[in-house]
């Protein structure tokens, strides 16, 4: 079946350095979807990306989704502590319409 | 702003009992997940609903789970009998649909921990 794949399981950063996690898929997508979930919270969306090749940004943040539409990256620009959390990537898969979601990247933030 | 209610927030039953958690999508919403999250891990879908419709219970243990989404605007989740392994946050979210391809809203979520 789908699955969607994300690494590093953790990354510990000192405040101000980069950070990038990484997602792929099994099959095809449609579009991937970005998430967030906060220590205690529920995932909350953070962007959405539907043609191949696309790139967007959000503040220091920079999301990519691949040219064969199976895998995307997040980039986060000088991190800060706000940015603590669990980023997850969720695909629509082309064929079943499915949200699958991957195992998460938590992020640690050291100030 | 429109939020997915979910009740109850925490749940603690024994094994081998019978528990329910309801979800109430945003209005208008078309698309249903109920999803199961393990401490530490992703959501895993569990359930897919379009309107009244399942489009996918593949990951569903149907031997004791169950889903329902009678007139396609609440849902019912079901475990009869739980068990240990259950316990865990069990979320609820909602789209707009497909062909849409618009952004999942979750809700707070119920934990369960089966004793």
């Known amino acids: 079946g789908q699955q969607v794949m994300q690494i590093p399981q953790y990354q510990h950063v000192q ?3 980069d950070f990038t996690t990484y997602c792929n898929s099994s099959t095809t997508l449609s579009n991937i979807q970005w998430y967030k979930q906060r220590p205690g919270g529920h995932p909350v969306f953070l962007i959405q990306l539907v043609k191949s090749g696309e790139v967007k940004k959000q503040k220091r943040l920079t999301f990519q989704f691949g040219e064969a539409k199976k895998n995307s990256s997040l980039h986060i620009t000088a991190t800060q502590t706000t940015d ?3 980023y997850f990537c969720a695909g629509i898969s ?3 319409g499915k949200l699958i979601f991957g195992q998460g990247t938590t992020l ?3 100030p | 702003e429109a939020e997915v209610a979910q009740s109850p927030r925490y749940k603690i039953t024994e094994k081998s009992q019978a528990v329910a958690f309801w979800c109430d999508p945003i209005s208008g919403h078309a698309t ?4 199961r999250q393990i401490l530490g891990q992703g959501p895993e879908l569990l359930v897919q609903f379009q309107d009244e419709s399942v489009v996918d219970d593949s990951q569903l243990p149907k031997d004791r789970f169950s889903a329902e989404r009678l007139k396609g605007v609440d849902s019912t989740l079901k475990i009869q009998p739980a068990e240990l392994g259950d316990s865990a946050m069990y979320l609820c979210a909602s789209s707009w649909g497909p062909g849409m391809n618009t952004e999942a809203f979750f809700g707070q979520g119920t934990r369960l921990t089966v004793v």
């Open chain 1, 94 to 96: 082309s064929n079943t």
């Open chain 2, 32 to 35: 249903l997940y109920w999803y």
């Open chain 1, 15 to 17: 405040e101000g350095e």
């Open chain 1, 84 to 86: 603590v959390g669990t």
């Open chain 1, 108 to 110: 640690q933030v050291k």
